[in-house]
């Protein structure tokens, strides 16, 4: 009798069944990615190969020309899934400016993250990006561009333009942790941690030379400056960039 009912009828009975293929496609879509991106955060892009990937999966290779045409296709989702959302940046949502900005670099440039092999995934697939396929490229610069956005509405006043210092704070956050990973084990690597959170907040030396000493009747950051010159002269341009405005 079923085979005789009519075609509206028949549509709705295998309504429900093409739904749970799609939510089925799309759970194991998801399973290759997460597996995939776990490689690549560890091992980088190269390391996550289509026969390793699946089988993370627990999938047969065969499957994967179900869900990517090929291995670039791959490569361009594991970059957004792995670079995209904003990882550690979530929870700082109740600060603000400078507050915000403490944190994040100091989370980000600390001994612990730059030990944790699932961590910040920039580090592990800087250098093949670069040579990789253009839609790879695209999808790195794209996941870049979200994380400046991200930065860009807390960075204090310094003499450069809130995009200027939120994109150099990239370069010291990342470069400063693929650097200290590469010279871990060595006294240079938490060297490098500590420079480059000095770098990425010239205010914290302001604020710790304030607190050694400097008079409250008495212009912090023109002190501040001329001690920077006198004792420190590779400190003194970083100061004067934090009291312009």
Not at 26 to 40: D, F, K, M, P, V
Not at 57 to 77: C, I, P, Q
């Amino acid at each position: 009798m079923r085979t005789r009912t009519s075609g509206s009828t028949t549509r709705r009975w295998r309504r429900p069944r093409v739904k749970y293929q799609t939510a089925k496609k799309r759970e194991t879509h998801q399973r290759i990615l997460r597996s995939g991106s776990h490689i690549a955060r560890r091992e980088g892009l190269r390391a996550a190969s289509v026969p390793r990937v699946m089988r993370g999966a627990g999938l047969t290779t065969g499957g994967f020309y179900a869900h990517f045409h090929s291995k670039t296709a791959m490569d361009v989702e594991i970059v957004r899934t792995m670079l995209g959302p904003l990882l550690g940046l979530a929870d700082l949502q109740g600060s603000v400016g400078l507050e915000w900005l403490h944190r994040a670099v100091k989370r980000y440039l600390s001994v612990a993250h730059r030990d944790n092999l699932d961590g910040c995934g920039y580090p592990a697939v800087l250098s093949e990006i670069a040579s990789a396929p253009s839609e790879v490229r695209w999808a790195f610069a794209e996941a870049l561009e979200m994380r400046v956005a991200a930065f860009q509405p807390h960075m204090p006043p310094a003499g450069v333009t809130a995009r200027e210092r939120a994109l150099a704070t990239m370069a010291l956050t990342i470069g400063g942790l693929l650097l200290a990973r590469a010279a871990q084990g060595s006294p240079i690597s938490e060297e490098m941690l500590s420079a480059c959170r000095s770098w990425a907040l010239p205010e914290a030396r302001v604020e710790k030379g304030a607190s050694c000493g400097v008079p409250v009747d008495e212009p912090q950051n023109t002190l501040s400056r001329a001690r920077a010159s006198r004792s420190e002269p590779w400190l003194s341009r970083t100061m004067f960039l934090v009291g312009a405005s």
